[in-house]
T-cell receptor
Framework: EAQVTQNPRYLITVTGKKLTVTCSQN?????MSWYRQDPGLGLRQIYY???????DKGDVPEGYKVSRKEKRNFPLILESPSPNQTSLYFC?????????FGPGTRLTVL | QKEVEQNSGPLSVPEGAIASLNCTYS??????FFWYRQYSGKSPELIMF????GDKEDGRFTAQLNKASQYVSLLIRDSQPSDSATYLC??????????FGAGTRLTVKP
């Protein structure tokens, strides 16, 4: 079964405390990406990766880091989270004509 | 000017009617176009992918793409209450980044 997993699903943290949200896919896709979704703003791409060791900035990369050391994994790192990063985050894995989203991570930064 | 414009809705149609959702985009380098359905509290689900001008049909869904007018639409025939959701259009830009509209909320009334 095609699957994108994200962990954790819910996270409440405090300003400045580094965190990592993991993402893993089992479809051997080369393209993976991270999005945040905020009310009224839709989905905005944070970073994307065309392949291992290849990452590019999306629409809203400030305050985020990513790495792609293995094809299946694409973690999102917030080195010093701030309250404006409170959002719903989705990881996605894509082939040319398909895209599967993970279940989402709801992050609250106090 | 936003890169992807969608009517935010809400759009309300009676059961059995045709729901028409529209989207315009500004990036002429866009290569491929997507429609997603997102139920409240869930992750987006891809329902249509189109990359060439014209119509593409899949069951009750028809996507229409007009690259000259930078316009893509989604028609849902015989709308059902289970179609009630937010519909997101998106395109893959010339840099392989993904841009999403803010979504149109559709309600199908029994």
């Amino acid at each position: 079964e095609a699957q994108v997993t994200q962990n954790p699903r819910y996270l409440i943290t405090v300003t400045g405390k580094k965190l990592t949200v993991t993402c893993s896919q089992n479809m051997n896709h080369e393209y993976m990406s991270w999005y945040r979704q905020d009310p009224g703003l839709g989905l905005r791409q944070i970073y994307y990766s065309m392949n291992v060791e290849v990452t590019d900035k999306g629409d809203v990369p400030e305050g985020y880091k990513v790495s792609r050391k293995e094809k299946r994994n694409f973690p999102l790192i917030l080195e010093s989270p701030s309250p404006n990063q409170t959002s719903l985050y989705f990881c996605a894995s894509s082939g040319w004509r398909e895209q599967f989203f993970g279940p989402g991570t709801r992050l609250t930064v106090l | 000017q936003k890169e992807v414009e969608q009517n935010s809705g809400p759009l309300s149609v009676p059961e059995g009617a045709i729901a028409s959702l529209n989207c315009t985009y500004s990036d002429r380098g866009s290569q491929s176009f997507f429609w997603y359905r997102q139920y409240s509290g869930k992750s987006p689900e891809l329902i249509m992918f189109i990359y060439s001008n014209g119509d593409k049909e899949d069951g009750r869904f028809t996507a229409q793409l007009n690259k000259a007018s930078q316009y893509v639409s989604l028609l849902i025939r015989d709308s059902q209450p289970s179609d009630s959701a937010t519909y997101l259009c998106a395109f893959r830009g010339g840099n392989n980044d993904m841009r999403f509209g803010a979504g149109t909320r559709l309600t199908v009334k029994p």
